[in-house]
């Protein structure tokens, strides 16, 4: 094989090992907000200000930071997501909610029914969450477009291959489908830390 069929070749492969992976993005604790939620911290019609836009259009990480209380622990400083949502939510990781005292359930992003509460502080005003604490369940937003390409469909659950100077296959990954989102798979600091994530990771789904 001539060095020009072998540089062809290669290329291919890369160019098929891109098409057939996405993109892990590695998400520490954060929260989202509801009106009433920001009105109570911030004082009422108060406007979240976007810092850093981030890879789903419209969302945004904002330059406000509060604290979350948990039964015996409470981490300062912590990042509010945006836009405002319809109810608030908190994602920390399993080691976080340790550190707060607190039984975080594992849901998807939206499922909070059940789940434990928590409070948020910011300075001297008090926010009470009777709910809404979660584990944010690993999970790949996909465009309809990238759906036919990998073959999947919406809430379909699959083993993701994680190409990382740890690898790993990350078992019980849900599927979100939709026209409005970037194709990246979302996974918290402790499955971050597991893989040897560093920014760039790409995975693939197996099948």
């Keep these: 094989m001539r060095m ?6 290669v290329a291919q492969r890369v160019e098929q090992e891109i098409n057939n992976s996405f993109e892990i993005e590695a998400s520490g ?16 019609g108060y406007e979240l200000t976007p810092k850093k836009y981030l890879s789903q259009p419209g969302q945004y990480a904002a330059t406000e930071r509060i604290s979350i209380i948990g ?23 399993l080691t976080d909610a340790r550190a707060l005292g607190a039984k975080a359930k594992l849901r998807l992003s939206g499922d909070t029914k ?27 937003h996909v ?7 990998l073959n999947v469909t919406d809430q379909e659950v699959v083993k993701v291959q994680v190409n990382s100077e740890r690898p790993l296959i990350f078992d019980d990954v849900v599927v979100r489908i939709s026209p409005k989102f970037r194709t990246f ?20 789904i197996l099948r």
Excluded: W
Excluded at 185 to 204: L, P, Q, S, V, W
């Design 71 to 93: 039964p015996s622990g409470v981490f300062h400083n912590v990042s509010i997501l945006g836009p405002v949502r319809k109810e608030s939510q908190v994602e920390v990781s």
């Design 143 to 149: 465009n309809e477009k990238d759906a036919k390409k």
């Design 4 to 9: 020009e069929e072998i540089i062809d070749t």
């Design 185 to 204: 798979m979302h996974i918290d600091y402790d499955e971050a830390n597991a893989c040897g994530f560093t920014k760039g990771t790409r995975g693939r």
């Design 29 to 44: 604790r954060h929260i989202h907000l509801s009106r009433e939620a920001v009105d109570a911290l911030f004082g009422e």
């Design 114 to 140: 059940g789940t434990a509460g928590i409070i948020l502080m910011n300075g001297s005003k008090i926010y009470v969450m009777d709910h809404g604490l979660i584990v944010a369940k690993r999970h790949i």
